[in-house]
Structure formats: C-alpha cells, structure tokens
C-alpha cells in the first residue's frame, strides 16, 4: 500500500522518474548522491527508497538519536555515530559496516547545499576501509530524474576513482543549479 502511494505521487503528481537499479544483494555499500543543493533532497530520497523497496541508510551525531526524536531517526534508517574511543569519522562509519547485517549509508560527498568546488573524501575512505562498493546516485531536477548508477569498487587511487565516478553526474543539475557542483569531462 505505502509504495503504491509513493509511486503515484512521485510519478504522477511529481512527474519524477528513476532510472537504474540497485541489486537487492548488494547489502552494504555507499550511495554517493549529488547534486545536494537543497533540502527538497531528503523528500526525493525518501520516495525513492520506498519505491526502490530497499533499506537505506544515513548517519547522524549520537545527540540526534535521543528522545524525542531518536526513535522516528532509527525508524527513518538513521544510526547514531559515536565517535568515542578515539575514532575518526571513517573509522566509526567502518565499524557501523561491520557490526550492521545491511547498511546502504547515503551520503553526499560535497558535505553541504552551498557552492562546492570539490568533493570532501570520507565517502570514498569508507568504501575502502569498510570494503563496500560505490553507487552513484543523481538528483537530476533537469530532467526529473534520479539516476541509480552501477557499484564501483574503490581501486585505491583516489585522485582516478573520484574523476570517474565525478563523470557519472555530467549534466545533473540540482534544485538550486547556482550551487551546484560542476563536473569537468
């Protein structure tokens, strides 16, 4: 019942379209998505997970999951970070991996909806140190369109990997098109 409603707003009353895949057995990876210039992406992937039918997942400072809201984040497909012990932010996104059955983390390697002239790198750090693959995911307001892209497995030269999974997004643009990160071809 609940995807047949996100379908039928998403579809129709929104006009939006998905294309592309996310194989069911790929049980842990990271979802790159980009562009991210406006809050209107949340709602965007919220339709997109119910329709796509899988789990996804984001991470928050421990604080977020505290009451009153800590049981609708956890719902929502949050984890809490915690980053005692000494860890850094890759180190304790890894350890998420490890200890979770299924963890699709979303996350959106220009770190914020202002102007970005690069992307930051943890995304691509937490592939490798959690040994999951890369899916890139685009927010196309152009075209409508979010575009599920195929995994890649980090080879462990960044300055490569990111050049090439930056071409995936060519001619996505997002919400507000000003803020926007730009590809180079």
């Known amino acids: 019942m609940k995807k047949w409603l996100y ?17 069911p057995a790929i049980k842990k990876c990271v979802m790159i998505v980009v562009p991210h210039t406006s809050w209107h992406d949340f709602y965007l992937g919220l339709f997109t997970r119910g329709i796509v039918g899988l789990e996804m997942n984001f991470v928050g400072k421990k604080e977020l999951f505290r009451f009153p809201f800590g049981y609708y984040f956890k719902w929502m497909g949050g984890e809490p970070l915690d980053r005692s ?9 890894a350890e998420v991996f490890k200890k979770r059955e ?46 599920l892209g195929s995994p890649f497995y980090p080879t462990g030269k960044i300055k490569e990997d990111v050049h090439y ?21």
């Open 7 to 23: 379908k039928l707003v998403f579809f129709k009353f929104m006009g939006w379209k998905i294309s592309g895949t996310i194989d």
């Open 85 to 93: 012990g000494g860890l850094n932010k890759v180190e304790a996104i």
């Open 102 to 147: 299924i963890f699709r983390l979303a996350i959106a390697p220009e770190g914020t909806r202002k102007k970005v002239t690069e992307w930051r790198t943890g995304f691509y750090y937490i592939s490798l140190q959690a040994n999951v693959p890369i899916i890139p995911v685009a927010f196309d307001y152009s075209k409508k369109e979010v575009k």
């Open 165 to 185: 999974l930056q071409q995936f997004y060519l001619g996505a643009t997002g919400r507000v098109p000003e803020n926007g990160f730009k590809v180079n071809g």
